[in-house]
């Protein structure tokens, strides 16, 4: 019997508004900084409709802040080139006519085309990884943690540095564990959704202990 191969699904992540963010941040800054207007297209208003790229570039070329409609198809990877990282808004679209990927065999999970049919919105979890939920589980329960660490921090800093001081030991010497996830996110293609939630990690870690009342020392 022929094994059943899974449709391949094309995803683009947008702003919280739905609009797509630049595929070249660095020629959007230009271009800003010029007076010049970036040209982005808003998802959430066309469900269920073809678009055709309103200012399209040259195949397949970063010629202009914004010259194609960039899909991916790891959801691991979706959160590559967002500016702004976390939050983001899922889009599940469908590339027509032409198509092309400037990254050849190297990105096989990029593709571009000037033409897409959007399809749905789906949950942004998705672009964490297949693990997304439990992602963002995790990150749910750091507020309460990093207040707790702040309260102990405060009682007895003495204590709790002696306690960290064993727990960084212990990170130093479990050091293999940290790489095995990072070349195991490199080889999964999952590099950007792990760089995400470590960002989002240490941001929400820090706004509970600085909102609980720690000071600089005890955030850090």
């Known amino acids: 019997m022929a094994r059943s191969t899974r449709p391949v699904v094309h995803y683009i992540a947008t702003r919280p508004d739905g609009t797509v963010p630049p595929t070249d941040e660095y020629l959007a800054r230009y271009a800003r900084e010029r007076g010049e207007p970036v040209t982005t297209v808003n998802l959430a208003d066309h469900i269920g409709q073809v678009i055709d790229h309103p200012s ?6 970063t010629d202009r802040p914004f010259g194609y409609f960039h899909m991916y198809t790891r959801p691991g990877e ?29 990105y096989p999970y990029w593709l ?3 033409q897409i049919r959007v399809v749905e919105e789906t949950a942004a979890w998705r672009a964490l990884g297949h693990r997304g939920v439990q992602v963002l589980t995790a990150l749910a329960q750091l507020p309460d943690l990093a207040r707790q660490w702040a309260e102990e921090w405060d009682a007895d800093p003495e204590g709790t540095r002696h306690t960290y001081t064993v727990w960084e030991e212990r990170v130093n010497d479990t050091h293999a564990l940290d ?14 959704s792990l760089k995400t939630a470590n960002h989002l990690a240490g941001d929400v870690a820090a706004q509970a202990a600085t909102a609980a009342g720690a000071d600089p020392c005890t955030v850090a």
């Open 78 to 106: 979706i959160l590559e080139r967002i500016e702004d990282g976390w939050p983001i808004r899922l889009f599940v679209v469908e590339p027509l006519g032409e198509t092309g990927n400037w990254g050849g065999d190297n």
């Open 112 to 114: 571009m085309s000037h």
């Open 179 to 192: 790489w095995w996830a990072h070349y195991r996110a490199q080889y999964s293609r999952r590099t950007a």
């Open 56 to 61: 399209p570039g040259q195949k397949w070329y």
